[in-house]
């Protein structure tokens, strides 16, 4: 009995206000009487918070409104008995408590409905309506990490070739080249020792020039300084580098995750360089802040302007590289400037 008893508590729980649909229906049978067509509607009530507890939830504050509406219009009229009725077998309710002269009674009960309906509202309607919202938001959240995900794969295959193009016609060719200098110097030291020494040094230049390569391959990847300092070092010291005088106001009280930081890193260099090369900009500003779990970033020079992510493959880029952290990039750049550049990822609270 006891396991009996918590099943219909918990599927009573489960139905929520659903349950209190087919007991206000029976409000039916009060203003219109037992009839035919009011039990059905009690028994439709019924069927509709079993089956369907949140259209019966919502349904209920309709019927709650509907049914104090009827209230207030009853409670005009002067007298619902026919004249000349000897009894009142067959009446419903209502109609004996007019007979009686009870009108109060009427204005009182759609007062009560009205502000129970009034009630139910934010906790029916717009539960449901605010998770119809969050749904559409989740639906579009989705497809928003689909398109960043294929960008992301991408980006990361775009990655990935051209550092195997960078070491086959950059390091790798000039290490071949060293190797092959190499065995001619093995050959001319006894019969040529001038000639080796030449083939020595040009061999030791062809070395430094595979390590510079190298290196600035290793920065394209992970840069040493962001790796080491964190982000907002990094950013000052792409402002020291900068040929064109640039500052940096960077407020950054924590670390972010290394992907998150080198995304923005990147971003904020490809602004930079765009600013030295094509802006012919005199001077950039660069503002980093993290507040309200949001790390924003703002590049400004005083160049020509004109710049348009969509003719560039840079920015687009960069636009799709934070696109995978729910990053966005916005540029403002009209024509004779200033250009701003502002970067702004979800870093957390």
């Keep these: 009995m006891e396991s009996v008893l918590n099943v219909l508590l918990r599927r009573l729980r489960v139905l929520g206000w659903a349950v209190v649909f087919p007991v206000v229906m ?23 918070a079993l089956l369907a507890p949140a259209v019966a939830a919502d349904l209920l504050v309709v019927a709650l409104i509907g049914f104090a509406s009827v209230a207030f219009a009853l409670t005009g009229r002067s007298s619902p008995l026919p004249q000349g009725s000897p009894t009142t077998e067959g009446y419903p309710l209502h109609t004996l408590v007019y007979g009686l002269g009870w009108h109060p009674v009427d204005l ?51 990655e990935l070739r051209r550092i195997e193009r960078d070491l086959h016609d950059g390091a790798q060719a000039r290490l071949v080249a060293l190797g092959m200098a190499l065995r001619s110097m093995e050959r ?12 020595a040094a040009e061999s030791r230049e062809n070395s430094a020039r595979a390590l510079a390569e190298l290196r600035a391959l290793v920065r394209g990847i992970n840069p040493p300084v ?3 300092r964190g982000l907002g070092d990094a950013i000052r010291a792409l402002a020291l580098d900068c040929p064109v005088p640039a500052t940096a106001d960077v407020d950054l009280p924590r670390h972010l995750p290394p992907p998150v930081e080198t995304a923005v890193y990147f971003a904020v260099a490809e602004a930079l360089a765009n600013a030295a090369k094509h802006a012919g900009a005199s001077i950039v500003r660069v503002r980093a802040a993290q507040t ?28 799709r590289r934070l696109g995978t952290f729910d990053g966005v990039l916005a540029v403002s750049s009209p024509l004779g400037g200033p250009t701003i550049v502002v970067i702004e990822v979800p870093c957390g609270s």
């Design 188 to 199: 001319l030291i006894k019969t040529s020792p001038d000639a080796a020494v030449a083939l």
């Design 26 to 48: 029976c409000l039916c049978f009060v203003c219109w009487g037992a009839r035919p067509w009011t039990g059905s509607v009690v028994l439709a009530a019924v069927v509709v």
């Design 292 to 319: 309200a779990g949001m790390l924003r970033i703002e590049v400004t020079d005083d160049g020509a302007g004109g710049a348009d992510p969509s003719r560039g493959t840079g920015l687009r880029g960069v636009e």
């Design 226 to 228: 962001l790796a080491e």
């Design 108 to 158: 009182g009960a759609g007062l009560v409905l009205l502000a129970f309906g009034a009630w139910l509202v934010p906790r029916t309607i717009g539960v449901h309506s605010g998770l119809a919202r969050r749904n559409s938001e989740l639906l579009a959240r989705v497809r928003r990490l689909t398109v960043t995900r294929v960008d992301a794969v991408d980006t990361a295959s775009a």
